[in-house]
């Protein structure tokens, strides 16, 4: 499988009458070592987590609680995945525009990534995003 584009992928799910569990390992149900994780939580109804994308760093985002969208957008056009289940997880590669709406409430996304934090992987100008796509 390419890991190229967005994708949503499945994660393990083991049933258990006492409570399901699922599990995420480094290049196993990921196609990337997980250097960090972050986690989203307690977004105001109708608030939007603002757009940006990375230079380098992959992510992988779960919806480990209630539903939101990630728009993605890969300087060409928007792809809109909807996340309410703990057991999908959507690859975002690098150089891939991104923003978070539509929160239910409670909800809370976990964001794997590729990399430890680095400010100067970040691109917060659309503009200057559409730039570097166009010159890769």
């Keep these: 499988m390419a890991f190229d584009q967005p994708q949503i992928l499945n994660l393990p799910k083991i049933y ?8 995420i390992e480094s290049y196993a149900q990921v196609p990337f070592a997980i250097a960090r994780a972050y986690w989203i939580y307690d977004v105001p109804g109708g608030q939007v987590r603002n757009g940006h994308a990375f230079r380098t760093q992959q ?27 703990s057991y999908f997880g959507l690859f975002v590669p ?28 970040y691109i917060e100008d659309y503009d200057e995003f559409k730039k570097a796509k166009s010159n890769e």
Aim: aromatic share 12%; no cysteine; proline share 3%.
């Design 16 to 23: 258990d009458s006492r409570g399901n569990l699922s599990f």
């Design 59 to 85: 992510e992988f985002i779960i919806a480990l609680s209630g539903s939101f969208d990630v728009v993605l957008d890969d300087g060409i056009q928007e792809t809109r995945f909807h996340m309410s289940r």
């Design 94 to 121: 690098p150089m891939t525009w991104r923003r978070m709406d539509n929160f239910s409430t409670n909800s809370i996304a976990l964001v794997l990534s590729s990399t430890p934090y680095d400010a100067d992987d």
